[in-house]
Nanobody
Framework: QVQLVESGGGLVQPGGSLRLSCAASGLLRSTYAMAWFRQAPGKEREFLASTRWGGGSTYSEDYADSVKGRFTIWRDSAKNTAYLQMNSLKPEDTAVYYC?????????????????WGQGTQVTVSS
């Protein structure tokens, strides 16, 4: 059984930064893609970023336009942990942030493409 546990959320002022972590336990394959989504109140869950195994020790990343240039995703395979560095945060980034893992196929931008989900961590951007 695979479990994903997010951490690092909290309250931050506009323009600030946060780093989220997603630790995977259990038999998560190193070839599995990992991603971050978020869901604001009254809105659908939104894709933010994914990291996909590209063979050997290489990974490729994909970002939603809304966060490109501000957010960075990466993965530490040895720790089986994915990270999301969030800079220049805006009030509209306020949401519950979710980590996901799934097989490395498809666009990796849709909820149905992921088999495992974390419980979510709250990020609030406010002065």
């Amino acid at each position: 059984q695979v479990q994903l546990v997010e951490s690092g959320g909290g309250l931050v002022q506009p323009g600030g930064s946060l780093r989220l972590s997603c630790a995977a336990s259990g038999l998560l394959r190193s070839t599995y893609a990992m991603a971050w989504f978020r869901q604001a109140p009254g809105k659908e869950r939104e894709f933010l970023a994914s990291t996909r195994w590209g063979g050997g020790s290489t990974y490729s990343e994909d970002y939603a336009d809304s966060v490109k240039g501000r957010f960075t995703i990466w993965r530490d395979s040895a720790k089986n942990t994915a990270y999301l560095q969030m800079n220049s945060l805006k009030p509209e980034d306020t949401a519950v942030y979710y980590c996901a893992a799934g097989p490395p196929k498809g666009a990796l931008r849709f909820r149905y493409e992921y088999d495992y989900w974390g419980q979510g961590t709250q990020v609030t951007v406010s002065s």
